[in-house]
Every structure is written in structure tokens, then in C-alpha cells.
């Protein structure tokens, strides 16, 4: 059994632009499975978002909400969720300022209102319907992660106030809200910590802003080709592209995998 821990994005990573799996991904991924190697999902994505995904790739350990929730093998090893005051704060600056939020716990979303273009553009990049509607969601619940619908720099007004919050734009319309000082990182220290396995053996594949995090700690991060030039400065390596089967090159490429 090797003892090395492999992360795995999924939007840009694992699924290409139009949110399918390249069949060479599947390959390589069950490769790795077969040699032992413990494969992991981190994303900013709630677990009920790619139950599905986890299905097809026969992988049940993994990073949700950017991470705020963290499973291995389907039992839950760390939970962080956001303070029902701070959430409560932030949601009544967001209904003064127009804008729409949605509220996510392990389960299932709930948006504050309907039929907002800003929820349909982002959700729908996603593949996902639109949320239900409950503005109230958020009281007596683990929320992990909530999202807040603003253009770009309509999010610096929420930042300037002092709250206990992270903001980490994912859409044009749409901004990840974590606990302050969470990320993929932390939920990687956590899982690490729970199998006991050195940092030196760790390895993470990403391409978004909230990879940034999880490439720098790792002693292995691996940027995609798509991932903008400020992700790829914090990594140790950059395979190719997405569409150009960037993660099974990037598994040979750090020798996870052997060349063919």
C-alpha cells in the first residue's frame, strides 16, 4: 500500500470545460487506484454536487466547501462551518446592496430568491438547477459555504467590514464565502493528519483561485494548463491542458504514473 496522497480538483481538472470526464482521466485515475495510492477529491463544491462523479471514479474520500467539510472512506473527519451571526450579517448588507445569496450545507442549497440571472449564470456553468427558495435556510443549520451574487469589485464594500469571513470570486457573478482563514490547505492538513502521512508525500492538481492555497502547501502542487499565470507561480509544475489530458500527463509528469 504506497502512502502517497493525491488531491483532485474537479472543475477544470478532473472534467473538462464542458463538465465531462475525459475517458483517458478515468484510466489514470483507476491506475493510481490500483497501485495503491490514496486519491482524493478538493473542491468548492458541496458533497451532493459530485456524488456522482465520486460514483463513476470509486473515490469516497474527499475536501468540500473549499475545505470546510472533509470525509475519508465516507466518515466525516473535520467540519468548520460558518457562525450564524456572521452569515446573518452578511446577508442583511447583501439585501441593502441587491444582491442575491445562496446557502449551502452537506445536503442540499437554498437561494434567497428566485429567478436571478446572476444564481441562473452561475449555478448553470455548473449544470445545476436552480436552488430552492429560503431565504431563512441558514438559521439553526451547518452552513459550510455560502455564495454571494455581485459583479467584479462589488465584493470590496462586504471585505472592508470586520467579519470573520474569506470572499473567493469563482464566476463573474459569483464569490465563494468561507471562514476566514479556511481553504483546501486546511482541509488537507486535517486529512493528513487523520491517516498519518507526511507532508513530503502529498500531491494537489488545480487550476482555479481556490487552488491557490492547496498547490503552495503540498509538496507536490501541479497546475493545469488552463489555470491563469498566478496559479501556475505557486505550483511546482504545470501539465497540460484539460482538454489535452493534463492530468494523466500530470501524473507521469511527477511520477505518479510511469511514461508510456
Not at 100 to 116: C, I, K, Q
Not at 203 to 223: K, P, Q, S, T
Request: charged share 25%; aromatic share 10%; glycine share 10%.
Amino acid at each position: 500500500m504506497s502512502n502517497k496522497l493525491v488531491f483532485l480538483d474537479i472543475d477544470g481538472t478532473i472534467v473538462d470545460h464542458n463538465k465531462k470526464i475525459p475517458e483517458e482521466t478515468k484510466k489514470s485515475i483507476a491506475l493510481l487506484q490500483q497501485k495503491g495510492i490514496e486519491v482524493a477529491i478538493a473542491t468548492g463544491r458541496a458533497p451532493f454536487m459530485f456524488a456522482d462523479l465520486r460514483e463513476e471514479l470509486g473515490i469516497h474520500s474527499y475536501i468540500s466547501f473549499n475545505g470546510q467539510y472533509v470525509v475519508h472512506e465516507g466518515n466525516v473527519i473535520y467540519e468548520n462551518p460558518l457562525l450564524e451571526g456572521e452569515l446573518e450579517a452578511l446577508y442583511d448588507q447583501a439585501i441593502q446592496s441587491g444582491h442575491p445569496m445562496v446557502f449551502l450545507n452537506e445536503a442540499g442549497m437554498r437561494a434567497s430568491e428566485s429567478d436571478h440571472t446572476h444564481i441562473t449564470d452561475s449555478i448553470g456553468s455548473l449544470k445545476l438547477p436552480y436552488p430552492e427558495i429560503d431565504p431563512e435556510f441558514y438559521k439553526g443549520k451547518s452552513i459550510y459555504q455560502a455564495l454571494l451574487f455581485c459583479k467584479h469589485g462589488e465584493e470590496d464594500r462586504y471585505k472592508e467590514e470586520p467579519r470573520q469571513l474569506d470572499f473567493i470570486r469563482w464566476h463573474d457573478y459569483s464569490i465563494d464565502v468561507i471562514p476566514e482563514g479556511g481553504s483546501k490547505a486546511e482541509g488537507i492538513k486535517h486529512f493528513m493528519n487523520a491517516l498519518g502521512v507526511d507532508q513530503q508525500h502529498t500531491y494537489a492538481f488545480g487550476d482555479g483561485l481556490n487552488d491557490r492555497e492547496m498547490l503552495g502547501f503540498v509538496a507536490n502542487g501541479i497546475a493545469m494548463g488552463n489555470a491563469s499565470d498566478e496559479i501556475k507561480a505557486v505550483a511546482n509544475y504545470v501539465t497540460k491542458n484539460v482538454d489535452e489530458n493534463g492530468l494523466s500527463h500530470g501524473f507521469r509528469l511527477v511520477g505518479l504514473l510511469e511514461d508510456e
